[in-house]
T-cell receptor
Framework: GDSVTQMEGPVTLSEEAFLTINCTYTATGYPSLFWYVQYPGEGLQLLLKATKADDKGSNKGFEATYRKETTSFHLEKGSVQVSDSAVYFCALSPFSGGSNYKLTFGKGTLLTVNP | GAVVSQHPSWVICKSGTSVKIECRSLDFQATTMFWYRQFPKQSLMLMATSNEGSKATYEQGVEKDKFLINHASLTLSTLTVTSAHPEDSSFYIC????????FGPGTRLTVL
């Protein structure tokens, strides 16, 4: 079955540091890939997505590129802020083109950014 | 974006009782909703797909008689944990799709 493996945390960075959270996946066919963020006390929110190979999703300074050859979707941000402190989940849905289907999640990575 | 609510946000109950959790799509209709369970420091695990007007589809290993799902309308799905036991204590999250998945804030269930 489908699976998502992401870098275990927690990750602690200083403000303005570079962030990478690794995510690799196993899936048949052509899945869509997502990064969700969960701020303390809140529900999951979509951060960015990519629906086909070589697509780059980006939002709020975060980026991730869908790499089919390495089955990866690593999350990056050039300069993190304290407000980025949250849990980040990598996820996939089994079909290209959207997320109206059930999602398979990675275990989540807790990011703490210190001032 | 669209909003999904859950009620209650937290509940404590005694072992053997049943607990109902509601998931509502507030400004859109959803023929499908998803129920997830999240353990501490673990991923969200899909429990079942709730289908309006028909039976829910349960993932392998999830007891359908234990976790009753009813999708009564296009904006409401309920998850009832029947005869709850301490091992059912967890964080339950629902989501509903509207071009993208929108997640509820979750319900913390503690069974004493």
């Amino acid at each position: 079955g489908d699976s998502v493996t992401q870098m275990e945390g927690p990750v602690t960075l200083s403000e303005e540091a570079f962030l990478t959270i690794n995510c690799t996946y196993t899936a048949t066919g052509y899945p869509s890939l997502f990064w969700y963020v969960q701020y303390p006390g809140e529900g999951l929110q979509l951060l960015l997505k990519a629906t086909k190979a070589d697509d780059k999703g980006s939002n709020k300074g975060f980026e991730a590129t869908y790499r089919k050859e390495t089955t990866s979707f690593h999350l990056e941000k050039g300069s993190v802020q304290v407000s980025d402190s949250a849990v980040y989940f990598c996820a996939l849905s089994p079909f290209s083109g959207g997320s109206n289907y059930k999602l398979t999640f990675g275990k989540g990575t807790l990011l703490t950014v210190n001032p | 974006g669209a909003v999904v609510s859950q009620h209650p946000s937290w509940v404590i109950c005694k072992s053997g009782t049943s607990v109902k959790i509601e998931c509502r799509s507030l400004d859109f209709q959803a023929t499908t909703m998803f129920w997830y369970r999240q353990f501490p420091k673990q991923s969200l695990m899909l429990m079942a797909t709730s289908n309006e007007g028909s039976k829910a589809t349960y993932e392998q290993g999830v007891e359908k008689d234990k976790f009753l799902i009813n999708h009564a309308s296009l904006t409401l799905s309920t998850l009832t944990v029947t005869s709850a036991h301490p091992e059912d204590s967890s964080f339950y999250i629902c989501s509903a799709p509207d071009n993208e998945q929108f997640f509820g804030p979750g319900t913390r269930l503690t069974v004493l």
